[in-house]
């Protein structure tokens, strides 16, 4: 049992802690990166994890959905860590992030792939650091002589070709929104979503003149406002389905959300097969399954052909 519980709610961010003797639990939820989505609610094996809606005051925009955890229910497993598309959350052990659930492959890590080629970067171009909704992106360049370049412009043509281009990406909040590809010159970054899904906004069933979803998004462009009909739209392309708009929509059956893949590291527990079918579906879960087993069939097929032909 714990020595000491403590639990602390500030403006900036929400702390659990576990004081035992000789180890101390501590969870900190980051206000400012949390953008109150669903996942680590769904993902949270104990249900200890719950959003609340806020109130919303006439003409004012909505809030989104405050997070909340259960002292009495958190065992500190770290899941919700672990699942954080934006990285809001974050658990220690002794002051140390080495995740047991990790070390011992019960539960997976998302897959930032995120590729960067700076050689492809226009000189003076700020266009992904200017683009990505979560700030997360910093560009710097260097010239030949190694000193920070201010201007490639003021330099003299010879020395900009010389200039070398340093894009620095957070990868541990990213979501992988894809929003700085697109908007970046070809080829400069390339990422590939860890979320799959589908999103769909039923207008019939949408309240008239209702901008909550489009309120709470923090993708920039993943929902938008059409100016031919005044109504809100998905743009599926840079959607990551969090579940941010999903929570604070009026009317459930108005929005529509399905997360039908996640890319994962490889696991070795049940443990994420139970939050697979809360995060996704049952059905998602079942594929995955039989994918898993395709794949360690093909592998011990190999390793069977592999100790043959040493034999011979």
């Known amino acids: 049992m714990p020595f000491k519980n403590v639990k602390k709610d500030t403006a900036d961010a929400l702390t659990l802690e576990w004081l035992l003797h000789v180890k101390h639990y501590k969870l900190t939820l980051d206000k400012k990166r949390c953008v109150g989505c669903q996942i680590c609610s769904l993902a949270c094996p104990k249900d200890a994890i719950k959003l609340e809606k806020q109130l919303k005051a006439q003409g004012e925009k909505a809030k989104k959905?405050?997070?909340?955890?259960?002292?009495?229910?958190?065992?500190?497993?770290?899941?919700?860590?672990?699942?954080?598309?934006?990285?809001?959350?974050?658990?220690?052990?002794?002051?140390?992030h080495d995740l047991l659930l990790l070390q011992k492959e019960s539960y997976p890590e998302l897959v930032r792939d995120i590729k960067v080629d700076t050689k492809q970067c226009?000189?003076?171009?700020?266009?992904?650091?200017?683009?990505?909704p979560l700030d997360l992106i910093t560009v710097t360049r260097v010239g030949f002589d190694g000193k920070p370049v201010e201007s490639v412009a003021a330099l003299p043509p010879s020395q900009q070709k010389r200039v070398q281009i340093n894009l620095a990406i957070q990868k541990e909040y990213c979501p992988t929104c894809r929003v700085c590809e697109f908007k970046c010159a070809p080829g400069v970054i390339k990422v590939r979503k860890f979320t799959e899904g589908k999103?769909?906004?039923?207008?019939?069933?949408?309240?008239?003149?209702?901008?909550?979803c489009l309120d709470v998004c923090p993708i920039t462009g993943a929902l938008y406002l059409s100016v031919a009909d005044n109504k809100v739209y998905v743009n599926e392309l840079f959607c990551v389905y969090c579940g941010a708009c999903k929570a604070v929509c009026p009317v459930d059956e108005a929005l529509t959300l399905k997360r039908t893949k996640i890319i994962h590291t490889p696991v070795r527990s049940g443990a994420w097969n139970k939050a697979l079918q809360r995060l996704a579906s049952p059905v998602d879960a079942v594929k995955e399954l039989k994918a898993a087993g395709s794949r360690k069939a093909k592998e011990q097929v190999s390793r069977r052909f592999s100790m043959e032909e040493k034999i011979r």
């Open 65 to 96: 959905a405050k997070v909340d955890i259960d002292l009495a229910k958190c065992n500190f497993c770290g899941v919700c860590d672990v699942s954080c598309p934006y990285g809001a959350i974050k658990l220690t052990l002794n002051d140390g």
């Open 122 to 132: 226009p000189k003076d171009c700020d266009e992904c650091e200017d683009s990505c």
């Open 199 to 212: 999103i769909a906004i039923d207008q019939a069933k949408c309240p008239g003149g209702c901008r909550d």
